[in-house]
C-alpha cells in the first residue's frame, strides 16, 4: 500500500486510536529483581505484545493472511512517533521483530509465514539470532555449524555463541554450512530452528553488568525438517547479509519514530539529582549529546522514509549504527563524570542501579551488530565505493582453508 492513502482524518483518528492504547498500557515494565536471567521481564514483554495484536496495532504493515493489520507505512509511522513518547515496552523484541520477523515476510515460503509470522507478530513465539560461533565474529561467513541432509531431514552439528536471549526464545534463525567445499561465502543455507529440542544445550554467559542475557548454543545431531531451510539452499551468505542489514537498521534506528532524546533527559535527571546541572562543563557535555540525539532521530527517520516496505535495508543502516555506538561511547563519559566511581560500584540505589548497568552495558554498544570497525568497512566499501579489503580466500573450497577454529 503507498504512504499516503490517509486522509487527515484518517490520521487524527488512528492516532487517537494508539494514544487511548498506549495511555492504558504503555505504563512501564515493572523492574525485575534478582532474576539474572530475566525471563519474568520476557513475560511482561509477551503480555503487553499480547494485548497489541488484540487491539489491531501489532504488524501494522504485514499482511492480514499472515497476522498482520495490513495497514500502511503511514499507520506505521503514526504509530513509531507516539510509542516514543511512552515507556520502551518492546525492547527485548528488538531481534525478533526488527530483524527475524522481515526476514521471514520477505524470504519465507508461503507456508512458513503462515505457520510462523502470526505468532511472531504477537509475540506468542519469540525468535533469536544465531549467527556469531568462536571462530566466526567479524568474519561469520567462517562459521563451522553444519547442517547435512539426511533424507527428510537436516541434522545440525555444531555451536553458536552471544545468542540474545536464547534461553527465553521459542525459535531461532541459525545460518550454517551446507557445502564445505564451495568458498566459504557460498556453501552456507539459512534455517528455522525450534528451540525447545532437546538436542540443544543453551548455556548463560555471565555479563560483567550482572546480566545473563546471551548464552552459548550447543547443537547435538539436532533433527530438523526439510523445509525449515529458509530461501534458498547455499545463498544463506546473501540472507544473513540480509539480516544483518535489518539488524543495523534495528540497532540503529530504534522501534519509533520522530524525534527522541531519551538520554539527554536521563542525563539531565541524572545530573539534577547528583547537584552538578549548574556546572557548565556538564551542561555543555549534556548538550552535546542532546544535539547527538537529535542529529541521530533526523538520519534514523531518513532512513525509515528510504526503506520501501518489505524491501531489505541497504549499507546505510551502518550510518546509523555507527553512530548509535559513538552517542554510547560519549554518553559512557558523561555519565561517568556527573556519577563519579558510583557509575561502576557504589551503594544501592536505583538510580546507581541504572546508571550502573548502563555504564558497565554501554562497551557492547561498539560490537554487537558488528563492530565499528567492521561498520567503517562496509561504509567504505559499499557506501562511499572505496576498494574492498584483500581476500586472500577467494575461490577456494572452504575445507581448504583455515580459518576460525578450523585446524584439520
Ligand atoms: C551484547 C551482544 C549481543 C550479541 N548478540 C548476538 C546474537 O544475538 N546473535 C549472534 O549471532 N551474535 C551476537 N553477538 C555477537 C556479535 O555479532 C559479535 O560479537 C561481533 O560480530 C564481533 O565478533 P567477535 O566478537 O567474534 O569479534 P572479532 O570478530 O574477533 O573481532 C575482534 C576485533 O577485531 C576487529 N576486526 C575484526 N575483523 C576486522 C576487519 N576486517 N577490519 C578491521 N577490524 C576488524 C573487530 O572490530 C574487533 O575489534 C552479540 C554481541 C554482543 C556484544
Redesign the pocket.
Known amino acids: 500500500m503507498s504512504d499516503d492513502t490517509l486522509t487527515e482524518e484518517e490520521a487524527t483518528a488512528f492516532r487517537a486510536k494508539v494514544k487511548a492504547f498506549l495511555d492504558e498500557h504503555a505504563t512501564g515494565h515493572n523492574i525485575v529483581g534478582a532474576d539474572p536471567r530475566d525471563e519474568q521481564s520476557m513475560a511482561q514483554t509477551k503480555a503487553y505484545q499480547a494485548k497489541v495484536a488484540e487491539a489491531g496495532l501489532a504488524g501494522l504493515t504485514y499482511p492480514t493472511e499472515y497476522g498482520g493489520a495490513g495497514l500502511t507505512k503511514a499507520h506505521d509511522r503514526i504509530w513509531r512517533e507516539e510509542a516514543g513518547k511512552y515507556p520502551d515496552m518492546s525492547g527485548a523484541l528488538t ?1 525478533s521483530h526488527g530483524m527475524c520477523l522481515p526476514m521471514m515476510a520477505e524470504y519465507g515460503t508461503h507456508e512458513q509465514k503462515q505457520a510462523y509470522m502470526a505468532d511472531m507478530i504477537s509475540a506468542k513465539t519469540v525468535w ?5 560461533e568462536p571462530g ?5 561467513a567462517s562459521l563451522q555449524t553444519r547442517a547435512e541432509l539426511d533424507g527428510d531431514e537436516w541434522i545440525i552439528n555444531g555451536q ?6 536464547a534461553h527465553v526464545c521459542d525459535y531461532g534463525i541459525l545460518i550454517a554450512r551446507t557445502d564445505p567445499d564451495q568458498p566459504k561465502h557460498a556453501g552456507i543455507s539459512m534455517f528455522a530452528v525450534d528451540m525447545s529440542d532437546p538436542a540443544i544445550e543453551i548455556r548463560a554467559i555471565n555479563q560483567i553488568d550482572g546480566g545473563q ?2 548464552n552459548e548454543v550447543f547443537f547435538t545431531d539436532l533433527r530438523i525438517p526439510k523445509d525449515s531451510l529458509i530461501g534458498d539452499l547455499n545463498n544463506g551468505w546473501r540472507m544473513a547479509t540480509a539480516m544483518l542489514m535489518y539488524e543495523r537498521v534495528a540497532i540503529g534506528t530504534g522501534s519509533t519514530s520522530g524525534i527522541s532524546r531519551p538520554w539527554s533527559k536521563r542525563l539531565i535527571n541524572h545530573a539534577t539529582k547528583t547537584g552538578v546541572i549548574e556546572d557548565p562543563v556538564v551542561r555543555q557535555s549534556i548538550m552535546k549529546i542532546y544535539s547527538e540525539e537529535t542529529a541521530k532521530s533526523l538520519v534514523s527517520m531518513r532512513t525509515r522514509a528510504e526503506l520501501k516496505a518489505g524491501k531489505t535495508p541497504g549499507p546505510g543502516g551502518s550510518l546509523g549504527k555507527l553512530h548509535g555506538a559513538k552517542i554510547m561511547r560519549s554518553l559512557r563519559t558523561v555519565a561517568g563524570e556527573i556519577g563519579g566511581v558510583a557509575s561502576i560500584a557504589g551503594e544501592e540505589g536505583y538510580d546507581d542501579q541504572l546508571w550502573r548497568g548502563f555504564f558497565l552495558g554501554s562497551f ?1 554498544a561498539n ?8 561498520q567503517k ?1 562496509i561504509i567504505g566499501d559499499r557506501v562511499l565505493g572505496l576498494p574492498r ?1 584483500p581476500a586472500v580466500d577467494k575461490g577456494v573450497a572452504f575445507r581448504e582453508l583455515r580459518v576460525g577454529t578450523q585446524t584439520d
Not at 533469536?128 to 556469531?132: D, E, P, V
Not at 566466526?136 to 561469520?140: F, I, K, L, P, R
Not at 560490537?367 to 567492521?374: K, L
Request: hydrophobic fraction near 40%; glycine fraction near 10%.
Open positions: 531481534i533469536c539470532q544465531m549467527f556469531s566466526a565474529g567479524s568474519d561469520v553458536k555463541v552471544w545468542t540474545t536471549l542475557h546471551f557492547s560490537i554487537a551488530g558488528g563492530t565499528d570497525e567492521i568497512n579489503e
